[in-house]
């Protein structure tokens, strides 16, 4: 089993949504705004920085998200569009740290 994910604020309903088929490939889902370490208000560069840290995978419809994880340190990283959420008109994009 794959380490942990977190879901971003602004696709919680998709993961919401896809959580059984997520917890098959992720050990847990941390939700930004229901977890007690990532508030709904964090700014990328925070959520960035305890992916690192904890060695999470993101997943956010933020395209540009990615940003913030070289703010926080990161040297490379892998991004991909995961998913297209349909209630939300908007694309899911998995994004993991390489090093």
């Known amino acids: 089993m ?3 994910v977190i879901i971003d604020h602004d696709i919680l309903g998709w ?4 959580e059984a088929d997520l917890l098959k490939t992720y ?3 941390m939700l930004v705004g229901k977890h007690p370490d990532l508030r709904q208000r964090a700014f990328d560069d ?13 997943m956010t419809g933020d395209a540009r998200s990615y940003t913030h994880f070289f703010e926080a ?7 991909r569009q995961y998913d297209w959420w ?5 694309p ?4 993991q740290v390489e090093d």
Do not use: F, M, N, P
């Open 2 to 4: 794959q380490k942990q």
């Open 15 to 18: 993961g919401t949504e896809h």
């Open 27 to 29: 050990g847990s889902l």
């Open 46 to 58: 925070k959520i960035a920085a305890y992916c690192r840290e904890k060695g999470c995978d993101l």
């Open 73 to 79: 340190g990161v040297k490379t990283v892998r991004i």
């Open 86 to 90: 349909k209630k939300g008109d908007r």
């Open 92 to 95: 899911v994009y998995l994004i």
